[in-house]
Structure formats: structure tokens, C-alpha cells
């Protein structure tokens, strides 16, 4: 299994901080965003390569904590830095376009863990891994949620008795489920191809979910009830959150 991590995009909500800064870099208790999401992800044997996908104007702070994050915490795991080529957020490629791109580029070939650059949580991906397995077929973080600020600002499914997904709306004006799943996903390897169809559709390229929405139509895809929590910082109250929570 390969991971990515999505960090191309350019946080203009987050303006002046992540102005020269990328968001997966900023800190939170003092420790970059990324350097959280890793410590999930290498510890898991299954993962043997982790791709961390930015642009061009952020790829060589990248590769800088790059070198100081390998003298810090030697491993035995690939992690690439790609550079998607854009330099402003008008051009970006979206979440998905980046994911495609990756694909294209690394030549993947296998199942596919990805994981949004401003996620922080606290749960093993072991568990959402073993389900991946036993459902045999993509899978999805999900959580149950009454706050419905939370549930405008993520995906939001329905699903069936066997936790199979039936219905998805990405940010919705007006949740009709109370179940939520942040941008942790699990694709298998034959349906990466799919991105590529899926984009040259003319679909939209900004948010992963809006992929989900167009593949559970077509292949079964699951919701993995986690225990613990996840945040993501998408504003200034969030980050405020993060760092009191982290700290």
C-alpha cells in the first residue's frame, strides 16, 4: 500500500500564515502538521512509500524540512516530494488532480491510502486498514456528528446496513445525515484509473469528496467508523483549536 498526502493547496483562508508558509508545515504545539500525520503513517507495515504532493512555490521549503525530518527520525521508508508544477492558487490542480497526478508520476500500481495535508487525529490507521481488507473495496473515514458547522464543512454520507454508502454531498448547505468523514481515504489499486476518467469528464478537480460522489455510484464504497477524533484546520478559530487540544 502507498500513501499521500495532499499538500499543494495554498490556504488563502489562512492568510498572512500561510501567506510563504504551506499549511502542512505550520505548527501546531510546536511540531509541523505533517510531522503528525507521518508518525500514523510510517509505524504501519503495510505502507511502504508515502508521496507528498505540493506546488512549486512551496516544494523547496518542502524539501528543506525534508532533511531536518530524516536527521531527526531515521527510517527505512520512502518519502517523496512532488512538485505538481503550479505556482498560484488560480492555476492549482485541486485535491484531485493532484491525486491523479501522483498516480501518473510515481506509476502506482497499488492500494492507495490518502490523507489530507491539515488532518490531525488520534486513531490508528491499522483498524481502517484491516476494514479496508475485509470489505474489499474503498473505504472512507466517518464519524457521527450533531454539530452542524462541522457537518457544512465535511462530506457528508448516508449508508446502508452493511455501512456501504448510498448518498454524498460534499459541504452541504443543509446535512441530511448526521455522519461526517474528514479526507481520509482508502482506494483500491484497481479503481485508480478511475481518476484519471473521472477528470477527463470535466468533473471538478478542488475537493476529494467530490470524487467519492461520482464513484460510489459506480463501485461499492464503505463508511469505517473510527474511535477517537479528527480536525482539520481550515481557518484561523480552528488552528486556535488545534494547537490548544495538541498542547
Given at each position: ?43 504501519v507495515d ?25 536527521r531527526k ?175
Amino acid at each position: 500500500m502507498k500513501a499521500i498526502i495532499l499538500a499543494a493547496g495554498y490556504a488563502t483562508r489562512l492568510y498572512p500564515l500561510t501567506k510563504n508558509t504551506p499549511k502542512p508545515l505550520l505548527p501546531v504545539a510546536g511540531k509541523p502538521t505533517v510531522e503528525y500525520i507521518l508518525s500514523h503513517l510510517l509505524p504501519v507495515d503495510e505502507i511502504d512509500a508515502v508521496y507528498i504532493i505540493t506546488n512549486a512555490k512551496f516544494y523547496p521549503q518542502f524539501v528543506e524540512w525534508e532533511k531536518g525530518f530524516d536527521r531527526k527520525y531515521p527510517i527505512d521508508k520512502k518519502i517523496d516530494i512532488l512538485n505538481d508544477g503550479t505556482a498560484t492558487n488560480e492555476s492549482r490542480l485541486g485535491s484531485i488532480g493532484d491525486i491523479d497526478f501522483v498516480i501518473s508520476k510515481a506509476g502506482l500500481d497499488d492500494d492507495l491510502l490518502m490523507i489530507a495535508g491539515d488532518s490531525l487525529f488520534d486513531f490508528e490507521l491499522k483498524g481502517m486498514i484491516d476494514y479496508f481488507h475485509e470489505k474489499n473495496g474503498c473505504v472512507l473515514c466517518a464519524y457521527r456528528t450533531s454539530d452542524m458547522d462541522i457537518l457544512r464543512r465535511r462530506g457528508v454520507i448516508k449508508i446502508d446496513d452493511t455501512n456501504r454508502i448510498t448518498d454524498f454531498e460534499e459541504k452541504p448547505k443543509r446535512p441530511e445525515s448526521d455522519i461526517a468523514v474528514p479526507a481520509i481515504h482508502i482506494y483500491k489499486k484497481e479503481s485508480l484509473n478511475l481518476f484519471g476518467q473521472y477528470l477527463s469528464e470535466g468533473n471538478n478537480s478542488d475537493a476529494p469528496g467530490y470524487f467519492v460522489d461520482w464513484l460510489y455510484k459506480r463501485e461499492p464504497i464503505y463508511a469505517y467508523f473510527f474511535t477517537g477524533n479528527c480536525y482539520d484546520i481550515g481557518n484561523f478559530a480552528s488552528y486556535s483549536e488545534v494547537n490548544r487540544i495538541f498542547s
